[in-house]
């Protein structure tokens, strides 16, 4: 089947069934293109929980649509890969974190929403990139609180706001993997380019870009900039919309450190496909389940989070 008719056919699928398909930034660009929404996890999350459609397909990875199912437990939540998973969510088994929980007594719990049902279920409030400094700063100055499983931006976050949050030990692979040699070389051979990262890039490197923040934040800095040309240390996925915002303007991929690829990419984003997209609409399998009593549970932080990103105007 060609490409033209994979996506007739998945257009004429959503509309049959009522279906709505949402797209990370990290996704192939044809997903991208031919998702109803394109965003973040944050604008994902907000996203599931205010469409009306019956079907969610959500093209990410598994956090991601498990995310949506707590939030929209009347609705059929689907990905199109069941292994699309992820590193970071993968580097915070629940019972160990559950044992780490219960070795810190009297800890407010912030985790990152790059983990699982199970974990978001041991949570007080899980937090995004784009409002983990907003929702850090909403809590007294003295509060304890321990915060996983990215130790990188809870380590950034420490820096942002004087705190001394207890860090679960856990990076992702995409990010962690940056080599400052090459991108410091790439800056010498564009020195007007601007280095853009995220977050949960290592110390080393957040320490010489010239703007960090989300993948949103990070899309949003390179369209309002005056400046033409960007080094962007996150999955390489985002150079589409970037690109698509800003014609004219260069975004060169920064580079991982033990490869000969010029980009950076994360395997399990890449599992998806269109064609994957149509078969999981057309067979709606794989489909997102989450236990009622873990989602109860994991529902509650979720919800705290998109009440303080409100606040916020996140």
Known sequence: MKGSEIIQNINQLRRDKNAIILAHYYQDSEIQDIADFVGDSLALAQWAAKTNADIIVLCGVHFMGETAKILSPEKRVFIPDFKAGCSLADS????????????????????????????????????????????????????????????????????????????????????????????????????????????????????????????????????????????????????????????????IPAPPEDSTCACNECFYMKMNTLEKLYLCLKNETPEIFVEEEIRIKAVKPIERMLEISARYGL
């Open 92 to 251: 915070c088994p629940a019972d160990k974190f559950a044992k780490f929980v219960e070795s810190y007594p009297n800890h407010t719990v912030i985790s990152y929403v790059n983990t699982t049902a199970a974990v978001k279920a041991l949570t007080d409030i899980v937090v995004t990139s784009t409002n983990a400094k907003q929702v850090v700063d909403s809590l007294p100055k003295d509060e304890k609180i321990i915060f996983g499983p990215d130790k990188n931006l809870g380590d950034y976050i420490n820096k942002l706001t004087g705190r001394n949050m207890l860090l679960w030990d856990g990076v992702c692979h995409v990010h962690a993997q940056f080599s400052l040699e090459k991108i410091l070389a790439l800056k010498k051979d564009y020195p007007e380019a601007l280095i853009l990262a995220h977050p949960e890039c290592p110390k080393y490197l957040l320490e010489v870009a010239d703007h960090i923040g989300s993948t949103s934040s990070i899309l949003k800095f390179a369209t309002t900039s005056t400046k033409k040309q960007f080094i962007v240390a996150t999955e390489a996925g985002i150079l589409h919309q970037m690109q698509k915002e800003n014609p004219s303007k260069l975004f």
